[in-house]
């Protein structure tokens, strides 16, 4: 009963406190108090979509599309990375995308990476070879901050895991540069800060990343496929969904294997388990 | 412990003889597991989430244990041995991905587990100790998947280390001593990291001693039942093997389709993209929730936003941050006087109309602080969370012992046999006793015969 | 749920025994089947991860080392001796191949045709996986001239062959090409 007693004390007390000092003040200063700033950035942003159609690696059957990986590896190559390092992923990685081992030990010569020259003992660069990460494009988050106005460059190794929805968000903030409504901007007095861009993707929409894919035709695709910047940006975004997530497309095959497996299984458990209970006589008492 | 009608475990072959004799492992498992286990025989779907439970946490320690083969704990190499998990080691990306949802697997399942608890009130008497042994296991696992959350060192990870770190920060006088202690260091670090890593890996198997204790102690009374009336006689139990063994084989099933079906299709929906970006000590992510299965106790940590103090003064006696910490801890800890907190002689809410209500409040409520808990810190979800935080302790506290005390509860069958069947030839015999009030944990079964 | 007893002892007794069995047989295997597959990636796992099977070729630039010199270079974490053999022990290596050895080899048959002076081994003692001496100025080279291994005793001649001590097997000549006249491809 002491136990009852004190129990019942002590839930009212603790809904007392909570009630009279957190709950009415917060619901007298909710409904009275001056309502929260919001900044004025907040009207601009607008949810991003994916590219028309989605990705091909998108649902459980997805896959990659090698030539959009390649595409895509490309932009990359040529834009993003005199900015945007990509440290969890190697040069032998990209036999993945479809290389052969011979073309995959061009393009790692093809870029310069840190090394140590093997007389002197100083640092140095060399050609890349298939074991060499992509290369850092700064040498330090200092220096990275200094070349970008104070903004350090991400990583992009594993962007698209690292916003929610990310392949899409990708997409989304590649083709979402854009002028803000100038009549709504005047109303609410918003003004991109100096040094800042304008995407309505982005979250507070002012971006320190200048577009980076400005022009059609920025790229000039082997396979002919035309460089449109949403082209660009679709083909990019797939790109970095691989970086992020190699296995992804072997996760889901897997995954029906694995769930085919258990369906099979669970149904026979289902039968012997039926077929066990079915057998229980009832014993009279 | 066991009924009087429980199979006796006799070996049949020389070996098996032999090692009755030196070792009875054997006999162990068969009266634990095996045929000399009696169980009531009316258990629904509800009681296969212990079974469940003990699965995951064999998920756990066998992903864990082979994880643990490739991870470093060192702050500068953390994140990047998760990635070397993910990219380069065989079949890595499947045993991580295993682990971290086999984390929200185990919690779905307890938390199924806790709240068959309450609906059948099997806290009470005579199965009090099993209750208590079961809330140990669940605060050890918060505390393991706390520290597991923060292993691979990613923002998530480091705030939450912060965060969680910085609530003993409001303990009056030793807070900030002990949190610096905690994380042997001014913030979370490689100290942090190690010790936490070490306790990550040293936990689950203090988690696996004190489920022994778990399963003992529900081996003295034995497994309770839908109808909460004790077993009686030999009708009203199946022995363990094969007819549970059974069905618990068949909710293996269906519980690995979800779960693998969320390790190779959903892996990440359940976890925080913020988690993907490295710790930075410089930088707090926007919006920093914890894992889905702390939401409920964060939004009761967040509930309290007013210093308690003498109004229109500025004395303060307890700050607002202390009273949240206080409140969350207490959140769980009631459940330690659960089973002297309801003292209706029913256990089950089948046959306790007024309690089945405020049950289905309890768990809507749980619901809506899930809800809040992710939310951010913005109107109307605070007003929403303090509504629903002052439900939470009201009903252990204050209803559950009013309402066991007011309320009628409905006929209880004679015995588990006749719930099942409809008779029961035992019940031909005079029936003694009803249920009205009475201590049912000091008294025999006969207290919980039906009311007529 | 009330059992229909009738029915169910019926099918227990009579033709049910056979089905039952089946069912109860094909659901365990096939969860013995699941159990095992499980283990294969737990075994798999420790296997060599992808980057560490990636990181074994060695790029070894030979066109430096002087006649009688060797380099200690690295080849899949363990050491690799890439050593220029003078004409002396070039004809004392080819006057050996007839010899009788624990591991008979020429030195032909251990190092690539036209670069007959460049000798590639590993550095690991094939006995229990000690570095042997001599591929160093002023090491002891045995009493073969070649290498040798100071833990138990191994002596190796100068075209890395098991001459004398517990060692069963002669120094392991890796896979490599010549990708160029000074530049070998290990691996």
């Avoid at chain 1, 919001?38 to 030539?67: I, L, R, T």
């Avoid at chain 1, 590896?73 to 993945?96: D, I, P, T, W």
């Avoid at chain 1, 590649?174 to 100038?182: F, H, I, K, R, V």
Wanted: aromatic share 14%.
């Amino acid at each position: 009963m002491s136990i009852r007693l004190g129990g019942i004390i002590a839930g009212l007390a603790i809904t007392a406190v909570l009630v009279l000092w957190s709950l009415v003040p917060g619901a007298y200063n909710y409904a009275f108090g001056p309502a929260p700033e919001k900044q004025p950035s907040y009207a601009f942003y607008e949810h991003g979509e994916g590219p028309a159609g989605g990705f091909s690696f998108d649902g459980a059957f997805g896959k990659w599309d090698y030539a959009q990986l390649q595409r895509g590896y490309q932009v990359y190559k040529e834009v993003c990375s005199a900015c945007h390092s990509l440290k969890f992923v190697a040069f032998r990685n990209l036999q993945e995308l479809g290389y052969t081992e011979a073309e995959v030990d061009a393009e790692a010569k093809s870029w310069t990476v840190p090394g140590i020259d093997p007389n002197t003992g100083e640092t140095t660069t060399r050609p890349g070879m298939p074991t060499d990460y992509f290369p850092m494009p700064f040498a330090n988050n200092i220096a990275a901050a200094a070349a970008n106005n104070n903004a350090i460059p991400p990583d992009l190794s594993l962007m698209t895991k690292a916003r929610h929805d990310g392949s899409n968000y990708v997409y989304a903030l590649l083709t979402g540069y854009t002028e803000p409504d100038a009549e709504k901007a005047a109303k609410v007095g918003f003004e991109t800060p100096l040094g800042l861009y304008f995407n309505k993707h982005f979250p507070n929409v002012n971006i320190a990343m200048a577009p980076p894919l400005a022009v059609d035709g920025q790229v000039t695709y082997a396979d002919g496929t035309e460089a449109t910047i949403p082209q660009m940006s679709a083909d990019v975004a797939a790109f970095l969904t691989w970086t992020a997530e190699p296995s992804l497309v072997q996760r889901k095959q897997t995954g029906w294997w694995v769930i085919g497996f258990l369906l099979f299984a669970t149904v026979l458990a289902f039968l012997s388990y039926k077929q066990i209970w079915a057998g229980l006589k009832p014993k009279k008492g | 412990m066991s009924f009087a009608w429980a199979k006796q475990y006799e070996p049949q072959t020389a070996l098996t003889k032999w090692l009755d004799e030196k070792l009875p492992f054997p006999r162990l498992v068969y009266n634990a597991v095996g045929a000399g286990y009696p169980v009531p025989r009316n258990l629904n779907y509800m009681w296969n989430f212990g079974v469940l439970a003990g699965f995951c946490l064999m998920i756990q320690i066998v992903t864990g244990v082979v994880l643990a083969m490739h991870y470093a704990a060192n702050a500068q190499v953390a994140f990047g041995t998760v990635e070397h998990i993910m990219r380069n080691v065989n079949y890595g990306w499947m045993l991580r991905y295993a682990h971290a949802n086999g984390a929200s697997f185990f919690f779905i399942v307890i938390y199924l587990h806790i709240f068959r608890g309450f609906f059948y009130s099997s806290y009470k008497a005579p199965r009090e100790m099993i209750w208590l042994l079961g809330v140990v296991i669940f605060l050890l696992m918060m505390a393991t998947a706390f520290m597991g959350y923060v292993l691979p060192w990613g923002q998530m990870s480091f705030w939450g280390a912060q965060v969680i770190t910085g609530l003993f920060s409001a303990i009056p006088l030793v807070g900030e001593p002990l949190q610096v202690w905690l994380l042997g260091g001014f913030a979370p670090d490689n100290a942090a990291l190690n010790r936490f890593f070490s306790l990550h890996f040293l936990l689950p198997f203090v988690i696996a001693g004190v489920v022994i204790l778990h399963i003992w102690a529900l081996h003295i009374p034995g497994s309770s039942n839908p109808t909460g009336v004790e077993v009686k006689q030999e009708s009203d139990t199946v022995p363990f093997h094969p007819y549970y063994t059974a069905k618990d084989g068949f909710g293996l099933g269906v519980f690995l389709i979800l779960f693998t079906f969320m390790v190779f299709f959903l892996p990440n929906a359940l976890g925080h993209p913020d988690n993907y970006i490295e710790a930075n000590p410089l930088s707090t992510p926007a919006h920093i929730v914890p894992e889905w299965y702390f939401l409920p106790f964060y939004a009761i940590l967040r509930a309290f936003t007013g210093d308690f103090g003498i109004p229109f003064t500025d004395v303060v006696l307890i700050p607002a941050k202390l009273l949240g910490v206080i409140a969350m801890f207490a959140s769980i800890l009631v459940w330690f006087i659960l089973p002297w907190l309801d003292k209706s002689p029913v256990r089950s809410g089948h046959y306790r109309p007024l309690f089945r209500k405020f049950f289905w409040v309890l768990v809507i409520d749980m619901a809506v602080l899930t809800y809040c808990g992710g939310a951010p810190a913005e109107e109307p979800f605070v007003i929403i969370s303090q509504i629903a935080t002052a439900y939470y302790f009201l009903h252990f506290l204050v209803i559950l012992p009013i309402v066991s005390q007011i309320e009628v509860p409905k006929p209880l069958p004679f015995s588990i046999t006749e719930a099942v069947l409809g008779k029961d030839k035992a019940a031909e015999a005079p029936r003694a006793g009803t249920a009205q009030g009475g201590d049912a944990g000091s008294l025999p079964d006969g207290s919980l015969q039906p009311a007529e | 749920m009330a059992i229909d007893t009738a029915a169910s002892s019926e099918l227990s007794t009579q033709d049910g025994v056979r089905r039952r069995d089946w069912i109860h047989i094909a659901a365990l295997s096939t969860a013995g089947v699941g159990g095992a597959s499980l283990l294969f990636p737990l075994v798999s796992q420790m296997a060599p991860s992808k980057d560490v099977l990636a990181a074994s070729s060695t790029d070894v630039d030979v066109g430096a080392i002087q006649p009688g010199q060797s380099i200690k270079t690295t080849f899949r974490k363990q050491p690799l001796f890439v050593k220029r053999l003078t004409p002396e022990e070039i004809a004392a290596a080819k006057a050996d191949d007839a010899v009788d050895m624990r591991d008979p080899a020429t030195l032909a048959s251990r190092t690539k045709e036209g670069h007959e002076d460049i000798l590639i081994t590993m550095g690991v003692c094939t006995h229990l996986g000690c570095v042997p001496l001599g591929a160093a100025e002023g090491e002891n080279k045995g009493e073969f001239g070649g290498y040798f291994c100071p833990c138990h005793g191994s002596h190796y001649d100068v075209a890395g062959r098991i001459r004398k001590g517990p060692a069963p097997l002669n120094l392991m000549v890796p896979e490599y090409s010549f990708s160029s006249d000074t530049v070998v491809r290990v691996g």
